[in-house]
Structures are given as structure tokens and as C-alpha cells.
């Protein structure tokens, strides 16, 4: 939930993020000034990519995670740090995300690269991918040479795409996920419970993963229906072979009952907020020297 995220952001008094509600709150003529402004910075390298981690059950949050995502941000000039959600909306609706989804995807790649050369970071780099590029029938090209610009085998890369996405035109989604798939991709639903889709028909989908929203996970302690969706969700998802990965986990309780019910990959602030790559590379090199002294110590 937006609110929460803020006041989060406030209460943690770091980044200083402005997040804001889906249904996004700006009036047609501040809309207009967004868009040009989000030209400048598509030009001046105003935006930025943040990484949050996926993490296994029992995990170190220390130690390479499962996977890490990647989220835009944009440094503005006068409003500060915004989050993805304050400006994908309007980037969708003016085109402007074809050029953005581009460079966010080559952006990660080539991070993801770095740190697998280093001998550290994520096994695998999820990038999200909204409908307009989906839909781009340059796409697949422009996967195909990302993928072969950083050397990425197969299932490095994982995108996500939402429930919607995938359901507004099902017979195109399902052939250009099923190219993406032949890519060596990984696919991932977001957002999943969010949308319309049965499991049924995500069966026909050429996907490993689903993303139990945060819609969910929030009241999962207190709200049975919530506690009952996940639980079943869970089940149906694993009956089907895939994989799921909750999202907007914040508190241990979440996590615990997530885990009772059998879930794969865990993310959320509770394991570790989107933060700039740099911050996570001196993270785990400071795991990495702690686990050193603390293997040195032993065997000594
Ligand atoms: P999403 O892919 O479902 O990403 C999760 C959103 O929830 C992110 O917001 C993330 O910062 C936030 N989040 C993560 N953990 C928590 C938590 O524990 N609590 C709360 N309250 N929030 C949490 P963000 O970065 O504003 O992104 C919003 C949406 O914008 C994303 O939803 C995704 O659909 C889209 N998006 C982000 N980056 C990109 C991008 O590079 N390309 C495209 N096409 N879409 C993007
Ligand atoms: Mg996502
Ligand atoms: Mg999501
Ligand atoms: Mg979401």
C-alpha cells in the first residue's frame, strides 16, 4: 500500500522516496509537465535502477541472494528520489516506456554481469516488463541482444509481466512469451491473485513463476480470506509446477506463515528495501569478509 510505503520511507528516514497510489494522483496538466520532464531525463541520465532481493527460505540476507530485482527510479531535480510507480503510468501512456524498459533492461544486465564476474551477486536478474512492451513486436529482438551482448545463459534473466498482461490479448501474450521462453527467459507472473486469471489458464502460459501481491501478504496474519487466497494460491501454484515468490513481505509473521505454506522465495522490506547497486556490492563483500573471519576463527 502507497501510504504505508511512505510512511515508511519517512519513518526510516532514508531515501526519502516519494511513492504515490496506482490510480495515479497528478491532474492532466501536471501529467503533461511529467512527460516532458521524464523526456530531459531519459537524456540527461536522470534515471536509475535500484535492486531488491529475492530470497530463498533460511537464507543469509547477507550471502548472494536467489535473485534481485530491478525497479527504476528517477533522480529528479526538484522532487527528489521517485519510485517506479509515481512514473511508469505516464511513460506507458506516452510511449516513452519503450525507450525507459530499454535501457532499465540493458542496465541490469550488464550490473548483472559485473557482479557475476566479481563471483558475487544474484543467480539471477528479474526484470519487470509492462504490456506496451509486450505488446512492441521489436521486443524480442531487443531481448535477444542484450542476452547476447553480456553473455547471459539460460534463465539469468527473468522478466515479470502482470496477470493483465498476459490475459488482455492471450493468443499474441502466449506466442511472444513462448519466443521470450525460447530465449532461454524465465517468466514470471507479477502480481498474481490481483487480475482475473484462473490457474487453469496460466497453465497454457509458458511460465515458472508466480508473484503472490502484496495485496495479499499484508493482512496475511489477521485476515482469514487473505490467509485462505495465499494458502490455496501456494497449493494450486505448486500442484501446477511453478514456482511462487511473495512479495511486500514486511513483518517476520508474514514471513513465517509464508513459509509454512511452502513458499519458494520470499521478498520484501523485511529482507531488504530496493537500494542502488553499489550498496548491495558492499553489503555482500562485507558478508563475504565476515564469513571469511568467521571461518578463519574456527579454524584456528
Ligand atoms: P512490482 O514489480 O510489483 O514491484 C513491487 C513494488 O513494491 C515496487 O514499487 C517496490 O519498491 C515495492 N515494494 C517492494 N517491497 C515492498 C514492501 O515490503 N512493502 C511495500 N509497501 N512496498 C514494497 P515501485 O518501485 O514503485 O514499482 C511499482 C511498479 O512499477 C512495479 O510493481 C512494476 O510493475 C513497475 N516497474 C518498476 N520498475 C519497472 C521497470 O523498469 N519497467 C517497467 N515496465 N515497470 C516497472
Ligand atoms: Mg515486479
Ligand atoms: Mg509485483
Ligand atoms: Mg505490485
Redesign the pocket.
Known sequence: ?AD??MY?AKEQGRNNIQ?FTEALNVAAGERLTVERELRVAIEEGQLA?HY?PQLEPDADPLARPYAM?????WHHPQRGLL????F?PIAEESGL?HV??EW?LNEACRRFGEWKEAGMGPRRIA????AH?LRNPALIDTVSAVLRRYGMKDNELEL?V?ETVAMRDPGRAVETLQALRGLGVALAI??FGTGHSSLAYLKRLPIQTL?LD?EFVRDIETDENDAAISAATLALAHELGLRVVA????TEGQSRFLQAHGCDLL????YG??EPAEVWTARWSEGESAELRRTRNHNA
Open positions: 500500500n504505508t510505503a515508511h511513492y535502477v531488491q530485482e530491478a525497479l527504476v527510479r519510485a517506479a510507480g509515481y511508469i516506456i525507459i524498459g532499465v526484470v519487470n516488463l509492462s512492451q515479470e502482470t507479477d502480481d508473484k502484496r512479495e511486500g513481505i514486511e521478498q520484501g522490506y523485511f528495501r530496493p
